[in-house]
């Protein structure tokens, strides 16, 4: 059974489908915002590890050497890594936070968030 990945033509994020049946027409719909233009991509091939294995990557001092504790952004990349290897699968509001984290690379350091609403 593939694994098909297709990227969003409106948000331009990839998903990827589980297709049971490639002879059947399958019409995807991304995950993040909904929309029916997508186009399929050509993906890596995907091998499953061992548990052992991946802890003994996760080991690895090179994959930590950039991590900076105090830094919101360097360890949202990190629980981006780490979920994936780990075998959980974060809540949304996890997944947003990480999100807004990484993006938060423009703002000053000390300036307040910008708020979204005001009331």
């Known amino acids: 059974m593939p694994i098909y990945e297709y990227r969003c033509r409106d948000c331009r994020r990839i998903s990827d489908f589980l297709v049971l049946n490639p002879?059947?027409?399958f019409t995807p719909n991304c995950r993040r915002c909904g929309s029916?233009?997508?186009e399929r991509v050509v993906s890596r091939v995907n091998v499953r590890l061992s548990e052992e294995t991946?802890?003994?990557r996760l080991a690895d001092p090179a994959l930590w050497g950039g991590v900076?504790?105090?830094d919101p952004k360097s360890m949202a990349k990190v629980l981006k890594k780490l979920g994936p290897e780990l075998g959980e699968?974060?809540?949304g509001e996890v997944d947003q936070l990480i999100e807004e984290a990484m993006e938060s690379e423009g703002q000053e350091e000390g300036e307040p968030p910008i708020a979204d609403d005001l009331d």
């Open 23 to 25: 002879q059947n027409h």
């Open 54 to 56: 991946r802890l003994e």
């Open 36 to 38: 029916p233009n997508m």
């Open 89 to 91: 699968d974060f809540p």
């Open 68 to 70: 900076d504790e105090n």
